[in-house]
C-alpha cells in the first residue's frame, strides 16, 4: 500500500511574487495564452482549473507527473483543481506523432479510469476552501449524439485550422494518415473545456506542449459559443541535456504504479540523473525553494562526486509518488548493493526489485555450494576460477565476504527464503534464486 502525501511538508516558494512567476523559474511554461492575462489571473481571487489524463494504459508515468505536481503547485496558491479521467477520451486516445492507437475495449478502459483515478487523487487536497474535485468526461459525452455533436459543438471548428495542428499535420504527412477517430479528438478536448467552464467556471487548462492544439481547441470554442476569454498553459516535454527522451529506460516507460516500477528501480532511475540534468529536475519535481537549489548547483559544479543533487532529488520524488516508508527502503537496498548496508533488513518486495535490477539465475534449493553458484549466476567460468577468487577473499555473500573454496549456503543465508546475493569484487553483483 502506498502511503498518502504528507501536504503538510509541500510549499511554494515564498521568495515569488506569485505563482505564475514560479512557474517560470521552475521551467513548466513552453507556450501559454496571454502571460499578462495569465499572471493577472493567478495573482487575484481563486480561480478553477484543470488538467485531463487519459486512460491509454493502466497507469500513469514520468511525463504525467509534471502535470500532477503543476496541479499540487496551483493548489497550493489558492486555486481550485479539476483532475479529470477521460472516460470518453480514452476510447479513442489522443494522436501519437508515429501512428494510429489500437482501441481499447470498454471494459479494459473503465477499470483504468478508476486505477488512474486513484493515482491523481494522491496529488491533489480534498479538504478546505479550495478542495480539489474530480470529473469524468464520459459524464457529458455518453448521452451525446453525433447529431448533436456536430451540429452544436463541430460547427464551430474549421478544417482548416485543424489540420494545421502539429501532430495532425505530421500525421497527415506520414505514409499510415490519421483516422477521423483521432483527428477528431481536439473537438472532444474542446468540448471538455467548454463543459468544466459552463459547470464550474473553469478558465485554465494545463497539460503538456505536444499537447497544444488540443488545448486552444478547447479557449478558442469557448471563445466562439460563450464570447468568454479562458487560458492555457503548455509545459515542455521534458528531455535530457544530451538529446534523449526523458523517462525511457530501453523502451520502457518509468511508471508511478510501484508493481510496474518498483519503488527500488523507481529511486535508482533519479538517482542516476547526469549532472547536468539534475537542477532542472529538481525545479520541475520537487519542492525545493530557489535558495536550496542555488546550494545543490553549487555542490554539483564544486563536488560532484557527493551526488548530493541526486541524492536529494531520488528521495523527494520517491517519497511523493511512494511514501516515506518505501523510500526508506529503497535508499537501504541501494546501500546494501554497494556493499554499505545490510540485505537482511530489506522487505521482500524490495529485495525482490533488487533481484529483478541483477543478473541473475534460477537454481534447485539444494544447490548450495558457492563455488556452483558463482557458475551459475556468470560472476566466475569455471570451477577453479571460482575457488582461486574464493581463496584470494574475492568473493561475498549477502555482502560478507567468504573466503571458504568449500564453503556452501546456509538457510540463514537464504534470504526471504529464496534470494542469495553474491559479489565478485567490489561492482559484479548476481542473484541466485533458488526454487523448488
Not at 368 to 379: A, C, E, H, M, Q
Request: proline residues 3%.
Amino acid at each position: 500500500m502506498t502511503e498518502s502525501i504528507d501536504f503538510e511538508q509541500q510549499h511554494n516558494d515564498p521568495s515569488f511574487p506569485n505563482i505564475w512567476q514560479e512557474l517560470k523559474w521552475r521551467g513548466l511554461v513552453y507556450v501559454s495564452t496571454d502571460e499578462d492575462a495569465l499572471e493577472e489571473a493567478l495573482s487575484g481571487d481563486p480561480i478553477t482549473y484543470y488538467c485531463g489524463f487519459d486512460p491509454t494504459a493502466s497507469s500513469l508515468h514520468l511525463g504525467h507527473l509534471v502535470q500532477l505536481l503543476t496541479l499540487r503547485r496551483l493548489q497550493l496558491a489558492g486555486h481550485k483543481p479539476l483532475g479529470l479521467v477521460g472516460g470518453s477520451t480514452g476510447l479513442i486516445g489522443d494522436p501519437r506523432q508515429t501512428s494510429e492507437r489500437v482501441l481499447n475495449s470498454r471494459e479494459v478502459v473503465s477499470e483504468w479510469v478508476d486505477t488512474l483515478r486513484v493515482q491523481i487523487q494522491r496529488f491533489l487536497s480534498f479538504d478546505g476552501d479550495n478542495a480539489a474535485r474530480m470529473v469524468n468526461n464520459l459524464d457529458w459525452t455518453a448521452n451525446l449524439s453525433a447529431i448533436d455533436l456536430l451540429r452544436d459543438i463541430g460547427k464551430n471548428f474549421r478544417v482548416g485550422t485543424m489540420i494545421k495542428k502539429e501532430i495532425v499535420a505530421k500525421r497527415l504527412n506520414s505514409e499510415e494518415g490519421i483516422s477521423y477517430a483521432e483527428f477528431s479528438y481536439q473537438v472532444l478536448q474542446g468540448y471538455d473545456f467548454l463543459n468544466l467552464y459552463r459547470d464550474y467556471d473553469c478558465v485554465l487548462q494545463t497539460g503538456g506542449s505536444d499537447q497544444w492544439g488540443n488545448l486552444t481547441a478547447g479557449t478558442e470554442l469557448i471563445r466562439k459559443v460563450e464570447g468568454a476569454t479562458v487560458h492555457a498553459i503548455g509545459s515542455p516535454l521534458i528531455t535530457n541535456s544530451d538529446g534523449t527522451k526523458f523517462g525511457k529506460s530501453e523502451g520502457n516507460a518509468i511508471w508511478l504504479n510501484p508493481e510496474m516500477t518498483s519503488p527500488y528501480a523507481f529511486y535508482q532511475f533519479w538517482l542516476n540523473t547526469a549532472d547536468a540534468d539534475v537542477i532542472d529536475r529538481l525545479k520541475v519535481f520537487t519542492f525545493r525553494t530557489r535558495e536550496e537549489i542555488a546550494e545543490f548547483e553549487r555542490l554539483v559544479e564544486d563536488e560532484p562526486f557527493r551526488r548530493e543533487a541526486q541524492k536529494q532529488l531520488a528521495y523527494d520524488v520517491n517519497t511523493l509518488v511512494h511514501g516515506e516508508t518505501a523510500t526508506r527502503q529503497a535508499i537501504a537496498a541501494s546501500e546494501a548493493v554497494f556493499g554499505r548496508g545490510d540485505f537482511t533488513e530489506l522487505d521482500a518486495d524490495t529485495l525482490a526489485a533488487v533481484v529483478a535490477e541483477l543478473p541473475s539465475a534460477t537454481v534447485p534449493t539444494d544447490r548450495r555450494d558457492v563455488v556452483d553458484l558463482l557458475i551459475d549466476t556468470g560472476l566466475s567460468a569455471s570451477k577453479t576460477e571460482a575457488r582461486r577468487t574464493l581463496s584470494e577473499g574475492g568473493v561475498s555473500v549477502n555482502n560478507v565476504k567468504i573466503t571458504d573454496a568449500e564453503a556452501t549456503i546456509t538457510d540463514a543465508q537464504i534470504l526471504q527464503q529464496r534470494y542469495v546475493l553474491l559479489k565478485r569484487g567490489k561492482k559484479n553483483m548476481a542473484a541466485a534464486v533458488l526454487e523448488g
